[in-house]
Nanobody
Framework: QIQFVESGGGLVQPGGSLKLSCEGT????????MAWYRQAPGKEHEFVAH???????KYADSVQGRFTISRDDAKNMMYLQMNNLQPDDTAVYYC???????WGQGTRVTVAS
């Protein structure tokens, strides 16, 4: 079982950048494929990006070219670099190994001028 703590959210103007962090606790961190999801106000959770232990990466079309997912298994960390943020990116961002499992507390990103 692995659990995550997300951090790095905040308020940013359109066009700005943020880097989210996800710290994992538990054994064999490098074994897990992990993903970022987000939940905008009044909406369902939405896939953002995915990275496997071998480094295969996939992005949602809405963030392709703007967001970069990465991981540092030695530190049990996963990251999401978000550039050119837009108001539609406003959401609570979560990291997970399985979106069917209960969500953590997430980290809130607000994009507004």
């Amino acid at each position: 079982q692995i659990q995550f703590v997300e951090s790095g959210g905040g308020l940013v103007q359109p066009g700005g950048s943020l880097k989210l962090s996800c710290e994992g606790t538990g054994r064999e961190f490098s074994f897990w494929a992990m993903a970022w999801y987000r939940q905008a106000p009044g909406k369902e959770h939405e896939f953002v990006a995915h990275i496997t232990g071998s480094g295969y990466i996939k992005y949602a079309d809405s963030v392709q070219g703007r967001f970069t997912i990465s991981r540092d298994d030695a530190k049990n960390m996963m990251y999401l670099q978000m550039n050119n943020l837009q108001p539609d990116d406003t959401a609570v961002y979560y990291c997970t190994t399985d979106p069917r499992k209960p969500w953590g507390q997430g980290t809130r990103v607000t994009v507004a001028s």
